[in-house]
């Protein structure tokens, strides 16, 4: 079994960066892709960004380009997500998301396997 440990959510104010850290813990497990996902209270769930072993991406949506940046170490099998200049709009809860096949990685449909997801509220 394959679970996803997510921390470093919280509350910041407007214009400040949080760090968000993924790790996979259980079986020995070899991801193709990490993402991190977020879903606002009355929203669907969307991407946010994702990292593969392959030489493209990262990947971001337009909403975080330029100011979030996903990086992984590859000692600690850890995937983060820095985030910066962070606006009201970015309050979600923000779900680590780990696939193991090849293939698109935008899309919630093709993660098998996600983290509980961890709160991120930016006040105003």
């Known amino acids: 079994q394959v679970q996803l440990v997510e921390s470093g959510g919280g509350l910041v104010q407007v214009g400040g960066s949080l760090r968000l850290s993924c790790a996979p813990s259980?079986?020995?497990?070899?991801?193709?892709?990490m993402a991190w996902f977020r879903q606002a209270p009355g929203k669907e769930r969307e991407f946010v960004a994702a990292?593969?072993?392959?030489?493209?991406?990262?990947y971001y949506a337009d909403s975080v380009k330029g100011r979030f940046t996903i990086s992984r170490d590859n000692a600690k099998n850890t995937v983060y997500l820095q985030m910066n200049g962070l606006k009201p709009e970015d309050t979600a809860v923000y779900y680590c998301a780990a696939k193991d096949t090849i293939g698109g990685v935008t899309a919630i449909r093709n993660y098998d396997y996600w983290g509980q997801g961890t709160q991120v509220t930016v006040s105003s």
């Open positions: 990292v593969t072993w392959s030489p493209t991406g990262p």
């Open positions: 259980g079986r020995t497990f070899s991801w193709y892709a």
